[in-house]
């Protein structure tokens, strides 16, 4: 690239420590406490952190690795970083933040409003006997199909405005004094609530029944090839790598920092939370299992059914407490939630900072609203289909497909070794050439598996068996709007004269 595409002066983390809570922040999502369990213990318990940890070897840490030294050597977001590698490839850093910003978050803010309701009905139980029904059909009140709307949901849409006004808040504030105090507020929170929840778990009655069913290895399983791919998936999903949010944090770095150690400790920190929250969430199931004599395969539910129907029927039936129980509980997922939300608005605030040069609260405060009417569709009594079919294509299709694209650009147009020989030139954690095939092969073809076997799947079945017009209308048409407003932005001119100088970066460096 022959001109410069990044702003002068850019906002940087007052700490070290900072910046870890707040990447941190945003790889801990509602998924660990919540998804991670259930594939760990559907895919042979103590088993599946075989091909669990090797995927957090051979793709998350290397690909946590690109990114984060890729924000810090271009010092820019991932728009700005993919430009300056080479302007052809701008519209992949504007697709990645775009799906995001206008995907993934606006269904994500949902759920963390639906988290906010759940806290307030801990302190009276509200759920009742039967959660199930007051989740499905007296909460949600569901309709029978994606294509039947309905209402918008009051409750949840009162909530969805705190969320997003937090949102709106926290990085209005900057990266400092926003981003930076928040998640060092919210990081030490969550992992105090979250070793409180986990230590009451362990002492309740059938909880050594859970954890045996959660962590006793079946190596049968590890036969099965989707076993494998759960675990990168899992992996790739979980870190916020391929979202452009590691890429903008790197951005707002100093000059010399220790890269290679910040993506360790950011992917191990992030694993060791997965799977100490596995810990708390089957010891209240085996407990549930014992109170109502059942095997744990009759009461563990996957994804929100575990949070939302099975754990608050397992708080109602605790022998002491429950109220508090579940204020622990939803509080963990509330906090899990805005720390990540948080990271994908930045992202993409960054972003349009970059080449736009508008203020930061104006940008922000633009996004908010945006996002918030956005979220309304998710709202409505139809919204859980949306957030079904629209989580499934955008992140099995539309992230895996930025992260490959993304391979191909840093690894092999840009060339590998020169992050490597960049990264070496200070960090204290050297990294071997090996790095260099991993993003090149590895990575790629691991995530091209993932996406191979999606489609295939898709086309012998039409996803969780929905109608194909509802799966073409509403998922395989929001990934190509966002790929096609991605083009249209990346078209658009950079906010600043070619030949203006960015303090402390060469082009070539």
């Given at each position: 690239?022959?001109?410069?595409?990044?702003?002068?002066?850019?906002?940087?983390?007052?700490?070290?420590?900072?910046?870890?809570?707040?990447?941190?922040?945003?790889?801990?999502?509602?998924?660990?406490?919540?998804?991670?369990?259930?594939?760990?213990?559907?895919n042979g318990g103590g088993a599946f952190l075989i091909p669990y940890v090797l995927a957090l070897l051979i793709v998350g840490i290397p690909f946590m690795i690109?990114?984060?030294?890729?924000?810090?050597?271009?010092?820019?977001?991932?728009?700005?970083?993919?430009?300056?590698?080479?302007?052809?490839?701008?519209?992949?850093?504007?697709?990645?933040?775009?799906?995001?910003?206008?995907?993934?978050?606006?269904?994500?803010?949902?759920?963390?409003?639906?988290?906010?309701?759940?806290?307030?009905?801990?302190?009276?139980?509200?759920?009742?006997?039967?959660?199930?029904?007051?989740?499905?059909?007296?909460?949600?009140?569901?309709?029978?199909?994606?294509?039947?709307?309905?209402?918008?949901?009051?409750?949840?849409?009162?909530?969805?405005?705190?969320?997003?006004?937090?949102?709106?808040?926290?990085?209005?504030?900057?990266?400092?004094?926003?981003?930076?105090?928040?998640?060092?507020?919210?990081?030490?929170?969550?992992?105090?609530?979250?070793?409180?929840?986990?230590?009451?778990?362990?002492?309740?009655?059938?909880?050594?029944?859970?954890?045996?069913?959660?962590?006793?290895?079946?190596?049968?399983?590890?036969?099965?090839?989707?076993?494998?791919?759960?675990?990168?998936?899992?992996?790739?999903?979980?870190?916020?790598?391929?979202?452009?949010?590691?890429?903008?944090?790197?951005?707002?770095?100093?000059?010399?920092?220790?890269?290679?150690?910040?993506?360790?400790?950011?992917?191990?920190?992030?694993?060791?939370?997965?799977?100490?929250?596995?810990?708390?969430?089957?010891?209240?199931?085996?407990?549930?299992?014992?109170?109502?004599?059942?095997?744990i395969d009759q009461v563990v539910d996957k994804s929100i059914g575990l949070a939302f129907v099975v754990f608050p029927k397992a708080i109602g039936m605790l022998?002491?407490?429950?109220?508090?129980?579940?204020?622990?509980?939803?509080?963990?997922?509330?906090?899990?939630?805005?720390?990540?939300?948080?990271?994908?608005?930045?992202?993409?605030?960054?972003?349009?900072?970059?080449?736009?040069?508008?203020?930061?609260?104006?940008?922000?405060?633009?996004?908010?609203?945006?996002?918030?009417?956005?979220?309304?569709?998710?709202?409505?009594?139809?919204?859980?289909?949306?957030?079904?079919?629209?989580?499934?294509?955008?992140?099995?299709?539309?992230?895996?497909?930025?992260?490959?694209?993304?391979?191909?650009?840093?690894?092999?147009?840009?060339?590998?070794?020169?992050?490597?020989?960049?990264?070496?030139?200070?960090?204290?954690?050297?990294?071997?050439?090996?790095?260099?095939?991993?993003?090149?092969?590895?990575?790629?073809?691991?995530?091209?598996?993932?996406?191979?076997?999606?489609?295939?799947?898709?086309?012998?079945?039409?996803?969780?068996?929905?109608?194909?017009?509802?799966?073409?209308?509403?998922?395989?048409?929001?990934?190509?709007?966002?790929?096609?407003?991605?083009?249209?932005?990346?078209?658009?001119?950079?906010?600043?004269?070619?030949?203006?100088?960015?303090?402390?970066?060469?082009?070539?460096?």
């Amino acid at each position: 690239m022959e001109k410069d595409v990044l702003p002068r002066h850019r906002p940087q983390w007052k700490t070290h420590v900072g910046f870890l809570l707040a990447a941190i922040g945003s790889a801990i999502g509602l998924g660990n406490i919540w998804r991670f369990p259930y594939l760990c213990y559907k895919n042979g318990g103590g088993a599946f952190l075989i091909p669990y940890v090797l995927a957090l070897l051979i793709v998350g840490i290397p690909f946590m690795i690109l990114e984060i030294s890729l924000g810090h050597k271009m010092r820019g977001s991932a728009p700005a970083s993919f430009a300056k590698v080479d302007t052809r490839w701008e519209w992949l850093g504007w697709w990645q933040i775009i799906f995001v910003m206008f995907g993934v978050v606006l269904y994500y803010s949902v759920v963390i409003a639906w988290c906010f309701n759940y806290l307030f009905f801990s302190f009276g139980l509200e759920w009742g006997a039967d959660p199930n029904k007051f989740f499905f059909n007296e909460f949600l009140m569901i309709t029978t199909s994606p294509f039947e709307i309905g209402n918008v949901r009051s409750p949840v849409l009162f909530f969805l405005g705190v969320v997003w006004f937090l949102n709106w808040l926290i990085v209005f504030r900057g990266v400092e004094k926003g981003l930076e105090r928040a998640n060092k507020l919210f990081m030490p929170l969550l992992f105090v609530l979250m070793l409180v929840l986990v230590g009451c778990s362990m002492k309740l009655p059938g909880a050594f029944q859970g954890l045996s069913v959660y962590l006793m290895p079946d190596f049968e399983k590890l036969k099965d090839v989707r076993v494998w791919i759960d675990a990168v998936v899992q992996i790739f999903f979980t870190l916020s790598i391929g979202f452009g949010i590691m890429i903008a944090y790197a951005s707002y770095l100093p000059k010399k920092s220790q890269i290679v150690k910040d993506a360790v400790t950011i992917c191990v920190v992030n694993s060791c939370f997965s799977l100490i929250a596995g810990l708390g969430v089957f010891s209240v199931v085996g407990y549930m299992a014992y109170k109502l004599s059942l095997p744990i395969d009759q009461v563990v539910d996957k994804s929100i059914g575990l949070a939302f129907v099975v754990f608050p029927k397992a708080i109602g039936m605790l022998p002491a407490f429950p109220k508090l129980f579940g204020v622990l509980f939803f509080s963990c997922l509330v906090i899990a939630g805005l720390s990540s939300s948080i990271s994908i608005l930045e992202a993409f605030t960054s972003g349009i900072i970059d080449k736009f040069h508008y203020p930061r609260k104006a940008v922000v405060s633009v996004l908010a609203i945006a996002g918030f009417m956005g979220s309304i569709m998710f709202t409505t009594q139809g919204g859980l289909f949306w957030i079904d079919i629209v989580d499934h294509f955008l992140t099995q299709y539309g992230l895996v497909l930025g992260g490959i694209l993304e391979c191909i650009l840093i690894a092999w147009i840009y060339r590998a070794y020169k992050l490597r020989e960049y990264m070496n030139k200070f960090c204290l954690w050297r990294l071997p050439s090996l790095w260099d095939y991993t993003v090149k092969l590895i990575i790629p073809v691991a995530l091209a598996v993932i996406l191979i076997n999606s489609l295939i799947k898709e086309l012998a079945s039409p996803y969780e068996g929905y109608p194909w017009l509802a799966i073409v209308l509403i998922g395989r048409d929001w990934v190509i709007f966002t790929l096609f407003f991605a083009v249209i932005v990346a078209a658009r001119q950079w906010g600043r004269q070619p030949d203006e100088p960015i303090e402390g970066l060469k082009i070539d460096d």
